[in-house]
């Protein structure tokens, strides 16, 4: 069943701060609206190959919201990334299936500001180390806008790759597996970090390379990503933006990001994982 990276969601503590922020980095934003829920607004940064980046910000305290650690913590950046499936029931139901745990679908919905009101269904995953699923019931050019909004002044036309912070490589290899379908584990292949001291291996999702990074086996292996692991759990740890032409690769000020760590590569070393 194929899976698509939908988007990529980063937490902000000041929505505005934060728009005016990624604008200042060569973004084109727009302004997302408030959820059904009324406990989250956002704001958005569409790309040229479908997906993109969500920048949300907690418009009260919301004990019981999957995402209430990082608003309860003052955790700004990655906290979470989305597939696209086709339909979020036969997903859930194919996962289940092969003995993963997905839960849906789960209503959800925005109101935009120029009034129009998006619905749309999730799947949420067993395990921070998976995504969870959203998928459209409204038209998903009302929650995607297409045109103008999604060229960027810093070139930027998609996703390249997607980095996450795991605990153990084997295991969640194991519920890839069972979300992907088994198809996708023969896709799977190691990727070599030299001096970091982590054993990691990707997967394909569609046009993107999904990297999943673990601490080596050795005590002393990947300490700065023990630390990550330790502080805020398995999740997002780093997205490489693909742009064309050849100018170096680049990365963008974590100050201005909001602690979400990017790396914006050109379009011939997207190509290659």
């Known amino acids: 069943m194929s899976l698509a990276l939908d988007h990529v969601v980063i937490h902000v503590i000041d929505l505005e701060a934060a728009i005016a922020d990624y604008t200042a980095v060569g973004f084109t934003v727009q302004r997302g609206g408030t959820h059904a829920d009324g406990a989250t607004h956002n704001a958005l940064v569409g790309f040229a190959d479908g997906s993109y980046l969500e920048l949300i910000a907690f418009l009260r305290p919301s004990p019981a919201h999957r995402w209430a650690a990082a608003a309860e913590q003052g955790r ?19 996962a289940r299936s092969r003995g993963l745990a ?11 500001p120029d009034g129009e009101r998006l619905k749309w269904q999730i799947g949420t995953p067993p395990t921070p180390d998976l995504p969870f699923l959203c998928g459209d019931i409204s038209p998903r050019s009302m929650r995607v806008r297409e045109g103008d909004v999604r060229m960027h002044a810093n070139g930027v036309k998609g996703v390249a790759s997607i980095t996450v912070a795991v605990a153990n490589i084997d295991a969640s290899l194991t519920r890839y597996g069972a979300l992907l379908g088994p198809a996708a584990l023969q896709s799977a292949h190691p990727v070599a970090m030299p001096g970091l001291g982590l054993r990691s291996v990707s997967l394909p999702l569609a046009a993107v390379t999904l990297v999943l990074a673990a601490p080596g086996p050795d005590s002393h292996d990947g300490h700065e990503l023990r630390a990550v692991l330790a502080q805020r759990g398995e999740g997002v740890l780093g997205l490489a933006l693909h742009r064309q032409g050849d100018a170096p690769a680049v990365a963008l000020p974590r100050d201005r990001t909001h602690n979400a760590a990017f790396e914006i590569v050109p379009a011939e070393a997207a190509s290659t994982p």
Not at 76 to 94: K, M, R, W
Request: proline share 7%.
């Open 76 to 94: 700004e950046g990655f906290i979470d990334f989305a597939l696209l499936p086709v339909s979020v029931a036969a997903v859930v139901h194919a």
């Open 102 to 112: 997905y839960q849906g679908p789960i209503d959800g919905g925005r109101l935009r």
